[in-house]
């Protein structure tokens, strides 16, 4: 079992930037081997979307409203998970959540933590 935790969000102002968090805890060995790592995020009366991810092997991808101005990254020795998102627009306001995404061979439910909110004003 795997706990998935988010910190970071909070509000800003259009241009600003944070930076988010995803700890993880539990049964945490090879997390990063065994799971695709990524990003969420559910704008309200809209569906939930991918925004960032990274593979076991380390290849990002993002969603084409953020690129260049998002980036997923993993810290091992922590066990963390980071968005840091720049430039942030209104649009970006919504509930950030991270996923754990089981990778090839590994037979479980994804893990998601319980979301963060990011609000961003004009």
């Known amino acids: 079992q795997v706990q998935l935790v988010e910190s970071g969000g909070g509000l800003v102002q259009a241009g600003g930037s944070l930076r988010l968090s995803c700890a993880a805890s539990?049964?945490?060995?090879?997390?990063?081997?065994?799971?695709?790592m990524g990003w969420y995020r559910q704008a309200p009366g809209k569906q939930r979307e991918l925004v960032a991810s990274?593979?076991?092997?380390?290849?990002?991808n993002y969603a084409d409203s953020v690129k260049g101005r998002f980036t997923i990254s993993r810290e091992y020795a922590n066990i963390t998970v980071y968005l840091q998102m720049n430039s942030l627009k209104p649009e970006d306001t919504a509930v950030y959540y991270c996923?754990?995404?089981?990778?090839?061979?590994?037979?479980?439910?994804?893990?998601w933590g319980q979301g963060t909110q990011v609000t961003v004003s004009s």
């Open positions: 996923n754990a995404h089981p990778w090839e061979g590994v037979h479980r439910d994804d893990y």
């Open positions: 539990g049964r945490t060995g090879r997390i990063f081997n065994i799971n695709a």
């Open positions: 990274i593979t076991p092997g380390g290849t990002t």
